[in-house]
Protein backbone atom coordinates (compact mmCIF):
# COMPACT_ATOMS: atom_id res chain seq x y z
CA UNK A 1 0.00 0.00 0.00
CA UNK A 2 1.26 3.08 -1.13
CA UNK A 3 1.15 6.06 1.44
CA UNK A 4 0.37 9.48 -0.27
CA UNK A 5 0.04 13.10 1.30
CA UNK A 6 -1.58 15.78 -1.10
CA UNK A 7 -0.55 19.40 -0.78
CA UNK A 8 -3.24 21.57 -1.91
CA UNK A 9 -4.63 25.07 -1.67
CA UNK A 10 -8.35 25.60 -2.44
CA UNK A 11 -10.83 23.79 -3.66
CA UNK A 12 -9.06 20.41 -3.41
CA UNK A 13 -11.97 18.38 -6.02
CA UNK A 14 -8.52 16.43 -7.08
CA UNK A 15 -7.90 15.73 -3.92
CA UNK A 16 -11.20 13.91 -3.00
CA UNK A 17 -11.16 11.75 -6.37
CA UNK A 18 -7.93 10.81 -4.84
CA UNK A 19 -9.12 9.56 -1.43
CA UNK A 20 -12.48 8.04 -2.88
CA UNK A 21 -10.74 6.22 -5.47
CA UNK A 22 -8.71 4.60 -2.22
CA UNK A 23 -11.49 4.27 -0.20
CA UNK A 24 -13.00 2.25 -3.13
CA UNK A 25 -10.02 0.21 -3.72
CA UNK A 26 -9.22 1.79 -7.36
CA UNK A 27 -5.82 2.55 -5.72
CA UNK A 28 -3.62 0.70 -3.72
CA UNK A 29 -2.85 3.07 -1.65
CA UNK A 30 -4.03 5.39 1.41
CA UNK A 31 -3.95 8.95 1.86
CA UNK A 32 -1.73 9.82 4.82
CA UNK A 33 -1.83 13.44 5.37
CA UNK A 34 -3.31 16.61 3.37
CA UNK A 35 -1.15 19.74 3.98
CA UNK A 36 -2.43 23.19 2.63
CA UNK A 37 -0.46 26.13 2.59
CA UNK A 38 -3.84 28.40 2.81
CA UNK A 39 -5.28 27.99 6.02
CA UNK A 40 -8.71 28.97 4.59
CA UNK A 41 -8.52 26.09 1.72
CA UNK A 42 -12.21 24.58 1.71
CA UNK A 43 -10.06 21.25 1.14
CA UNK A 44 -8.91 21.15 4.47
CA UNK A 45 -12.28 20.65 5.67
CA UNK A 46 -13.37 18.44 3.35
CA UNK A 47 -10.52 15.68 3.74
CA UNK A 48 -11.75 15.68 7.57
CA UNK A 49 -15.02 15.13 6.14
CA UNK A 50 -13.33 12.28 4.41
CA UNK A 51 -11.79 11.05 7.87
CA UNK A 52 -7.72 12.02 6.81
CA UNK A 53 -5.93 14.20 8.27
CA UNK A 54 -5.75 17.74 7.27
CA UNK A 55 -3.34 20.10 7.97
CA UNK A 56 -2.25 23.69 7.40
CA UNK A 57 1.25 23.99 7.61
CA UNK A 58 2.91 27.62 7.32
CA UNK A 59 4.73 27.92 3.74
CA UNK A 60 6.56 31.19 4.99
CA UNK A 61 9.03 32.85 4.31
CA UNK A 62 8.54 31.25 0.19
CA UNK A 63 5.67 33.73 -1.19
CA UNK A 64 5.26 31.68 -4.73
CA UNK A 65 8.52 29.42 -4.12
CA UNK A 66 8.28 26.76 -1.36
CA UNK A 67 11.84 27.05 0.27
CA UNK A 68 13.86 27.55 3.50
CA UNK A 69 12.23 27.04 6.70
CA UNK A 70 8.87 26.79 4.69
CA UNK A 71 9.94 23.73 2.90
CA UNK A 72 11.99 22.05 5.78
CA UNK A 73 8.21 22.20 7.46
CA UNK A 74 6.79 20.39 4.86
CA UNK A 75 9.65 17.63 4.09
CA UNK A 76 9.74 16.40 8.13
CA UNK A 77 5.49 16.28 8.12
CA UNK A 78 5.62 14.52 5.44
CA UNK A 79 8.49 12.23 6.34
CA UNK A 80 6.94 11.49 9.53
CA UNK A 81 3.84 9.66 7.92
CA UNK A 82 6.32 7.98 6.09
CA UNK A 83 4.64 9.10 2.70
CA UNK A 84 6.05 7.51 -0.14
CA UNK A 85 4.46 9.54 -2.65
CA UNK A 86 3.84 13.31 -2.73
CA UNK A 87 0.73 14.66 -4.55
CA UNK A 88 0.44 18.21 -5.73
CA UNK A 89 -3.38 19.02 -6.58
CA UNK A 90 -4.09 22.61 -6.99
CA UNK A 91 -1.12 23.30 -5.08
CA UNK A 92 -0.20 27.25 -6.03
CA UNK A 93 2.87 27.27 -4.68
CA UNK A 94 6.54 25.87 -7.13
CA UNK A 95 8.32 23.02 -5.27
CA UNK A 96 12.02 23.14 -5.71
CA UNK A 97 15.24 21.16 -4.94
CA UNK A 98 14.64 20.41 -1.33
CA UNK A 99 11.81 18.67 -1.60
CA UNK A 100 12.77 17.78 -4.87
CA UNK A 101 15.58 15.71 -3.68
CA UNK A 102 14.09 14.05 -0.75
CA UNK A 103 11.23 12.69 -3.05
CA UNK A 104 12.80 12.45 -6.57
CA UNK A 105 10.56 10.61 -8.80
CA UNK A 106 7.79 10.61 -6.06
CA UNK A 107 6.22 13.74 -6.81
CA UNK A 108 2.67 14.10 -9.33
CA UNK A 109 1.00 16.86 -10.27
CA UNK A 110 -1.95 17.59 -12.46
CA UNK A 111 -2.46 20.50 -15.09
CA UNK A 112 -5.55 21.40 -16.88
CA UNK A 113 -3.72 21.47 -20.34
CA UNK A 114 -2.19 19.21 -22.72
CA UNK A 115 1.61 20.36 -21.80
CA UNK A 116 3.90 21.63 -22.85
CA UNK A 117 1.22 23.54 -24.21
CA UNK A 118 -0.07 26.48 -21.77
CA UNK A 119 2.15 25.67 -18.49
CA UNK A 120 1.69 27.98 -15.88
CA UNK A 121 -1.69 29.98 -14.58
CA UNK A 122 -4.75 30.22 -16.14
CA UNK A 123 -4.36 27.11 -18.21
CA UNK A 124 -7.84 27.33 -19.73
CA UNK A 125 -8.36 31.05 -20.68
CA UNK A 126 -4.64 30.69 -22.68
CA UNK A 127 -6.41 27.96 -24.45
CA UNK A 128 -9.14 29.66 -25.43
CA UNK A 129 -7.17 32.80 -26.01
CA UNK A 130 -4.82 31.19 -28.15
CA UNK A 131 -7.79 29.30 -29.98
CA UNK A 132 -6.93 25.88 -30.05
CA UNK A 133 -9.92 23.13 -30.84
CA UNK A 134 -8.33 20.54 -28.44
CA UNK A 135 -7.15 20.61 -24.74
CA UNK A 136 -7.14 18.92 -21.83
CA UNK A 137 -4.82 17.75 -18.71
CA UNK A 138 -1.84 16.25 -17.68
CA UNK A 139 -0.32 14.57 -14.99
CA UNK A 140 3.33 14.51 -14.89
CA UNK A 141 6.08 13.81 -12.32
CA UNK A 142 7.29 17.30 -10.90
CA UNK A 143 11.36 18.09 -11.81
CA UNK A 144 12.95 21.72 -11.66
CA UNK A 145 10.79 23.22 -14.37
CA UNK A 146 7.23 24.59 -14.07
CA UNK A 147 4.94 21.95 -15.74
CA UNK A 148 7.74 20.74 -17.38
CA UNK A 149 8.18 16.98 -16.17
CA UNK A 150 8.07 13.84 -17.94
CA UNK A 151 4.48 13.14 -18.70
CA UNK A 152 2.74 10.24 -16.84
CA UNK A 153 -0.98 9.97 -18.52
CA UNK A 154 -2.92 13.00 -20.58
CA UNK A 155 -6.74 13.29 -21.48
CA UNK A 156 -7.93 15.64 -24.15
CA UNK A 157 -11.33 17.45 -24.35
CA UNK A 158 -12.90 19.69 -27.44
CA UNK A 159 -12.46 23.57 -27.39
CA UNK A 160 -16.21 24.99 -28.29
CA UNK A 161 -16.24 28.20 -29.68
CA UNK A 162 -18.34 29.99 -27.02
CA UNK A 163 -16.86 27.98 -24.26
CA UNK A 164 -15.19 30.67 -21.24
CA UNK A 165 -12.88 29.42 -19.34
CA UNK A 166 -14.67 28.33 -16.45
CA UNK A 167 -16.82 26.05 -18.89
CA UNK A 168 -13.67 24.60 -20.20
CA UNK A 169 -12.69 23.63 -16.80
CA UNK A 170 -15.33 22.17 -15.85
CA UNK A 171 -15.27 19.71 -18.73
CA UNK A 172 -11.33 19.46 -18.17
CA UNK A 173 -11.78 18.74 -14.42
CA UNK A 174 -13.88 15.44 -15.28
CA UNK A 175 -10.94 13.91 -17.30
CA UNK A 176 -8.43 15.51 -14.19
CA UNK A 177 -10.60 13.09 -11.60
CA UNK A 178 -10.50 10.53 -13.99
CA UNK A 179 -6.55 10.05 -14.92
CA UNK A 180 -4.78 11.43 -11.60
CA UNK A 181 -6.28 8.20 -9.70
CA UNK A 182 -5.36 6.00 -12.42
CA UNK A 183 -1.67 7.24 -12.68
CA UNK A 184 -1.33 7.44 -9.04
CA UNK A 185 -2.59 3.56 -9.39
CA UNK A 186 -0.14 2.83 -12.48
CA UNK A 187 2.99 3.99 -9.73
CA UNK A 188 1.49 2.09 -7.05
CA UNK A 189 1.31 -0.95 -9.02
CA UNK A 190 5.27 -0.70 -9.83
CA UNK A 191 4.09 0.25 -13.32
CA UNK A 192 5.72 3.45 -13.90
CA UNK A 193 9.19 3.95 -15.10
CA UNK A 194 11.23 6.90 -15.97
CA UNK A 195 13.98 7.26 -18.52
CA UNK A 196 15.19 10.62 -19.14
CA UNK A 197 12.26 13.27 -20.19
CA UNK A 198 9.94 9.96 -21.07
CA UNK A 199 7.95 7.74 -18.46
CA UNK A 200 7.58 4.17 -19.44
CA UNK A 201 3.90 2.29 -18.36
CA UNK A 202 4.54 -1.24 -17.84
CA UNK A 203 1.29 -2.50 -18.76
CA UNK A 204 0.26 -4.77 -21.64
CA UNK A 205 -2.38 -1.46 -23.21
CA UNK A 206 0.52 0.99 -23.23
CA UNK A 207 2.94 -1.30 -24.83
CA UNK A 208 2.86 -0.31 -28.25
C1 LIG B 1 -7.13 21.87 -11.14
O1 LIG B 1 -7.66 22.40 -12.32
C2 LIG B 1 -5.73 21.39 -11.35
O2 LIG B 1 -5.51 20.90 -12.64
C3 LIG B 1 -4.92 22.64 -11.13
O3 LIG B 1 -5.57 23.32 -10.10
C4 LIG B 1 -6.95 22.96 -10.07
C5 LIG B 1 -7.22 22.44 -8.70
O4 LIG B 1 -8.57 22.15 -8.50
N1 LIG B 1 -3.54 22.30 -10.84
P1 LIG B 1 -9.00 21.34 -7.23
O5 LIG B 1 -8.50 22.11 -6.01
O6 LIG B 1 -8.42 19.98 -7.31
O7 LIG B 1 -10.50 21.32 -7.26
Known amino acids: MVKIGILVSGRGSNMVSIIRAC ?26 SLGVEAVYIDPSPGKVVL ?15 NVDLVCLAGFMRIVKSGLLKEF ?11 LPSF ?30 GPVILQAVVPVFQNDTPESLAERILKEEHRIYPEAIQLFAQGKLEIKGRKVFIKEEAWKR
Open 23 to 48: NEGKIDGEVVTVISDNPDAPALAKAH
Open 67 to 81: KGEGERRYIEHLKSR
Open 104 to 114: RGRIMNIHPSL
Open 119 to 148: PGLEAQKQAIDYGVRFSGCTVHFVDESVDG
